[in-house]
T-cell receptor, first 115, second 113 residues
Framework: GAVVSQHPSRVICKSGTSVKIECRSLDFQATTMFWYRQFPKQSLMLMATSNEGSKATYEQGVEKDKFLINHASLTLSTLTVTSAHPEDSSFYIC???????????FGPGTRLTVL | LAKTTQPISMDSYEGQEVNITCSHNNIATNDYITWYQQFPSQGPRFIIQGYKTKVTNEVASLFIPADRKSSTLSLPRVSLSDTAVYYCLVGQPMKTSYDKVIFGPGTSLSVIP
């Protein structure tokens, strides 16, 4: 099946710093990528939809200036958490949609801890 | 997007068949039903997808009655490694305009030795 990678898998940073998370589709081109956030023992919450070459569409309540999303190519999307605070600590997961069956394939996730 | 309802949690012994039912009363004509599996600290993994009747792959079976208002994921002879959260989602994956997936709370399956 299609493979989606994320980097880094785990990051710890100080409050006030910015963190960039990469999401790559390894063996297919993804016109659309999605970013989710998951808190402990909760379901995935969609943050934004990222389309290659255009601005991301953010879900209600998600600050676009805080969570910067760039989808510069058909295989790479990045999420930058700007001026991170402890409440931003979470598990961030991306997914990519193939162009054939439109099934979403998920990355392994990135654990962000803000001290 | 059609809303789904699943049991919050289920327990099962090793070797048993597990059936997880999902209700989706307002499913649309063009909606498909997709199930994902998620282990702790990992991204969800696609399990199976169907539109009607029965779909089977090497991992699971999906049963969908004629009215399509519910579906049942069947896991044969579960093992400890099947302990995970299972999500049922309903949408139109074949349409190019299908733009996002909304996850419900899922069903936490615990397999007991």
């Amino acid at each position: 099946g299609a493979v989606v990678s994320q980097h880094p898998s785990r990051v710890i940073c100080k409050s006030g710093t910015s963190v960039k998370i990469e999401c790559r589709s390894l063996d297919f081109q993804a016109t659309t990528m999605f970013w989710y956030r998951q808190f402990p023992k909760q379901s995935l919450m969609l943050m934004a939809t990222s389309n290659e070459g255009s601005k991301a569409t953010y879900e209600q309540g998600v600050e676009k200036d805080k969570f910067l999303i760039n989808h510069a190519s058909l295989t790479l999307s990045t999420l930058t958490v700007t001026s991170a605070h402890p409440e931003d600590s979470s598990f961030y997961i991306c997914s990519a949609r193939t162009g054939i069956l439109d099934t979403q394939y998920f990355g392994p996730g990135t654990r962000l801890t803000v001290l | 997007l059609a809303k789904t309802t699943q049991p919050i949690s289920m327990d099962s012994y090793e070797g048993q068949e597990v059936n997880i039912t999902c209700s989706h009363n307002n499913i649309a004509t063009n909606d498909y039903i997709t199930w994902y599996q998620q282990f702790p600290s990992q991204g969800p993994r696609f399990i199976i997808q169907g539109y009607k009747t029965k779909v089977t792959n090497e991992v699971a079976s999906l049963f969908i009655p004629a009215d399509r208002k519910s579906s049942t994921l069947s896991l044969p002879r579960v093992s400890l490694s099947d302990t995970a959260v299972y999500y049922c989602l309903v949408g139109q994956p074949m349409k190019t305009s299908y733009d996002k997936v909304i996850f419900g709370p899922g069903t936490s399956l615990s397999v007991i030795p």
